[in-house]
């Protein structure tokens, strides 16, 4: 009988350090799956869109039902465990949490846990220091699917690249031009409503689009001098008497740090569609079809629920791709951004 109690009571312990050392909590071997295409992808076609970009790795957090997985990072928070399950063959390191956490430690309402989408970048800063380096959380595919989000594993690898960019950013910006203020959202949300800014939003974006349709280079520079510039002039004008001067430096960064993600995550299913040897757990269906003219009308349309400074930035973006072959080396660390890469080009002579 003792011998029994003792059996009991081993096999009790042994199941209980199982359970705490997450040997029953693991990623699924689509999860993996999913993990490392979408890695895969990034090496492959990441240096046609963003030099650098391609061998760039960041610390993911995958939330799971019950727990959730750190991947790729050296440390953790204290809430961690070393995690040991299945896990992406381009991660050394990894670990698992029950404590259903954000970015800053703090717990995550089970009201939000189970209804909202979580995908969303944060760098070093943005977490109070919780973690030593940027770092994207984001649901699984599954969790997305429980929650009523019919996403797809393209849909998944689309807002990956968009949110790993976001932390390849962190890396890019020259610290000097980023403060609390020009990244505080309050200072923009107002213009998005005003359907007065917007329409001046629209005037420039289609001047951005005929800039994008010239067939001559120094047709584009001078559409962007002439009319581009000018345009932003009476924008700016319109935030700085109506809102704030803060307004126009805050839609400054917004339209780069969103404008660049937007079009790492457009062009990067772009190029991967037009690989002949797509993994099958992509499809791209949709992508295959596109050309990018069609890229560029996209990029110059505010739709609807969408905010302005995405497409600003974007096709922006696309436009520099033909005037400045240099822009991305400079854009992260150039004074207002766009506007001051604008205006610099623009003040050189035979521009």
């Not at 962190?170 to 309050?186: C, G, P, R, W």
């Not at 040897?277 to 505010?302: C, H, Q």
């Not at 506007?339 to 050189?348: A, D, K, N, P, Y």
Request: aromatic share 16%; net charge positive; charged share 30%.
């Amino acid at each position: 009988m003792k011998n029994k109690i003792y059996v009991f009571i081993l096999v009790f312990i042994f199941i209980k350090l199982l359970l705490s050392s997450g040997c029953c909590n693991e990623l699924t071997a689509k999860d993996i799956e999913l993990l490392d295409q979408t890695i895969a992808l990034q090496e492959e076609v990441g240096n046609k869109v963003w030099t650098g970009y391609e061998s760039f790795k960041t610390k993911f957090v995958v939330y799971k039902k019950n727990f959730q997985i750190l991947i790729n990072a050296k440390t953790a928070p204290k809430y961690y465990k070393k995690y040991y399950g299945l896990a992406p063959k381009w991660s050394q390191v990894n670990w698992i949490s029950s404590e259903r956490r954000g970015e800053d430690g703090k717990v995550i309402p089970l009201s939000f846990f189970d209804k909202e989408a979580i995908n969303h970048a944060f760098s070093k800063e943005q977490t109070n220091g919780h973690f030593e380096e940027s770092v994207f959380l984001i649901d699984s595919l599954e969790r997305y699917i429980e929650k009523g989000i019919k996403w797809t594993e393209d849909d998944w690898a689309e807002i990956s690249w968009h949110e790993i960019f976001h932390n390849f950013q962190d890396y890019q910006f020259d610290n000097k031009l980023l403060n609390n203020k020009n990244q505080s959202f309050e200072y923009i949300e107002k213009s998005n409503t005003n359907q007065i800014y917007l329409k001046l939003v629209s005037i420039e974006l289609k001047l951005i689009l005929k800039a994008l349709k010239a067939e001559e280079e120094k047709i584009k520079k001078k559409i962007l001098c002439e009319e581009i510039i000018t345009s932003r002039k009476r924008r700016y004008d319109y935030l700085t008497k109506n809102y704030s001067k803060q307004s126009v430096e805050t839609e400054m960064f917004y339209e780069v740090s969103e404008g660049t993600a937007r079009y790492v995550d457009h062009l990067m299913p772009f190029y991967a569609s037009k690989l002949s040897n797509v993994p099958g757990i992509f499809s791209f269906i949709e992508w295959k079809k596109k050309t990018m003219e069609d890229i560029y009308k996209r990029a110059t349309l505010v739709s609807q629920g969408d905010m302005y400074w995405y497409p600003l930035g974007f096709a922006m973006s696309l436009l520099f791709d033909q005037i400045d072959k240099t822009w991305k080396m400079k854009i992260f660390k150039q004074n207002k951004f766009f506007t001051g890469l604008s205006e610099e080009l623009c003040s050189q002579k035979n521009n």
